[in-house]
């Protein structure tokens, strides 16, 4: 298969600016991707032509925006291959996270347990410390190999008796490693425990399909995936979903209310309180749809040919170090530059026109884990260029000489 970026890349405005007399390099998608004309188009057409708060006037704006609310809903079942049921739209993945984890945590007692990673973000991290903070429940952490990879054996041997939920991340935002979901969560269902994903990198890169995730929750967020920020989606398996309690309460995510008893809508306003992210959730749903006409094999392909572009070159400098060498990992390539802190990298590189992250990463326990206090991450996306990885070496190269 081949895939052309150059036709892509005219799909995005912003690709086209310049860095002072530089050209843009932009390889922070993994923090935030940019938008398509399509995404952007979606969303100003809503507000000049049919904006109205949505299920709640019988007006023709009103039924125009709650269809199309509605339809962004079922657009991204289809994307996840979930009914629309089972679909809450939330304010981001780190919301979605809070809410799994408020809800379950309602259940939990002191010493239960929750087993997460080396390599989780902090939004699968703090969520947990409230329930050890206010419940007493434990925290356990699996344990990753050298290259980056999760140690399966290890985890599994973690797994107890008081094990309640199991909480990963699909794809590392920091090393890349796309961790073996499914054979996790079938060992956490034979223990009786919740499997919960972070799936904000890998929905990004590959095709997800959350039945044969085998998960319980999957959270994902929507500028990651092309569309605006403010929006996320949290998946549930609809039975764990009726089970878990409101999240907030207010108006929409009610049955009735009197003055001295309550009840519940069924998700997923259940969790759905107040008015919603309208224009961002109708965003979102334009670029999954957008998206889902794309050819995204020859995307993953092309993606993967670009890290091993730069990760080959990377090699090649005196100094630098890959964080993450596991096989089949995803497109993000971060590294040190041994005697340069990260952000002043980071500056320098700015100055080439090349943008990528650095720091922590949201992830100090695994900065800490792999020795060091930050990190430089250069991420890819269906419209980077091998002619962009090339710059991005290049300054790299640059760059490399202030510190020698």
């Known amino acids: 298969m081949t895939f052309d970026p150059q036709s892509i890349r005219a799909e995005f405005a912003i690709l086209s600016r310049r860095i002072g007399d530089r050209p843009l390099v932009y390889l922070?998608?993994?923090?935030?991707?940019?938008?398509p004309e399509i995404v952007i188009q979606a969303m100003t057409d809503l507000m000049r032509h049919s904006y109205a708060n949505v299920h709640r006037g019988l007006h023709t704006l009103a039924n125009e925006t709650t269809e199309l609310y509605e339809n962004a809903r079922e657009s991204i079942a289809r994307f996840i291959g979930a009914a629309s049921a089972e679909v809450v739209f939330t304010r981001g993945a780190t919301e979605a996270l809070n809410l799994v984890a408020a809800g379950l945590g309602a259940g939990m007692s002191e010493g239960d347990e929750i087993l997460l990673t080396e390599m989780e973000h902090?939004?699968?991290?703090?969520?947990?410390?409230?329930?050890?903070?206010r419940k007493g429940v434990v925290l356990r952490f699996a344990p990753i190999h050298e290259d980056g990879a999760l140690d399966l054996e290890a985890l599994e041997r973690?797994?107890?008796?008081?094990?309640?939920?199991?909480?990963?991340?699909?794809?590392?935002?920091?090393?890349?490693?796309?961790?073996?979901?499914?054979?996790v969560a079938a060992l956490a269902r034979a223990a009786g425990a919740v499997t919960v994903v972070d799936a904000c990198q890998s929905v990004v890169h590959a095709p997800l399909d959350v039945a044969a995730l085998g998960a319980d929750f999957v959270a994902f967020s929507g500028?990651?995936?092309?569309?605006?920020?403010?929006?996320?989606?949290?998946?549930?398996r609809s039975e764990r979903l009726s089970a878990l309690p409101p999240w907030q309460g207010g108006g929409e995510m009610i049955d009735r209310v009197d003055f001295d008893h309550i009840t519940y809508a069924d998700p997923p306003l259940r969790f759905e309180a107040g008015t919603?992210?309208?224009?961002?959730?109708?965003?979102?749903?334009?670029?999954?749809?957008?998206?889902?006409?794309?050819?995204?094999?020859?995307?993953?392909?092309h993606e993967h040919a670009l890290y091993e572009a730069a990760a080959a070159g990377l090699s090649g400098i005196n100094g630098a170090r890959i964080l993450g060498t596991t096989r089949d990992k995803g497109a993000i390539l971060s590294?040190?530059?041994?005697?340069?802190?990260?952000?002043?990298?980071?500056?320098?590189?700015?100055?080439?026109?090349?943008?990528?992250?650095?720091g922590a990463h949201c992830a100090e326990p695994l900065m800490r884990r792999l020795g060091v206090s930050s990190s430089l991450r250069a991420?890819?996306?269906?419209?980077?260029?091998?002619?962009?990885?090339?710059?991005?070496?290049?300054?790299?190269?640059?760059?490399?000489?202030f510190f020698t």
Do not use: C
């Open 28 to 35: 922070d998608s993994a923090a935030s991707a940019q938008k």
């Open 122 to 133: 902090h939004a699968n991290i703090v969520p947990w410390h409230f329930l050890r903070e």
């Open 158 to 183: 973690m797994i107890s008796p008081r094990t309640r939920v199991v909480s990963l991340v699909h794809m590392s935002n920091v090393l890349g490693t796309v961790n073996p979901v499914a054979k």
């Open 223 to 236: 500028h990651k995936l092309y569309g605006p920020t403010g929006i996320g989606v949290l998946w549930g």
């Open 276 to 301: 919603p992210a309208i224009i961002e959730a109708i965003g979102l749903g334009a670029a999954v749809k957008w998206l889902e006409g794309l050819d995204r094999p020859a995307i993953a392909a």
């Open 335 to 358: 590294f040190t530059l041994e005697g340069a802190h990260a952000h002043d990298v980071a500056q320098l590189l700015d100055r080439y026109g090349v943008a990528v992250r650095a």
């Open 379 to 401: 991420s890819f996306a269906l419209y980077n260029t091998r002619q962009e990885v090339d710059a991005f070496l290049d300054a790299l190269d640059r760059t490399r000489t």
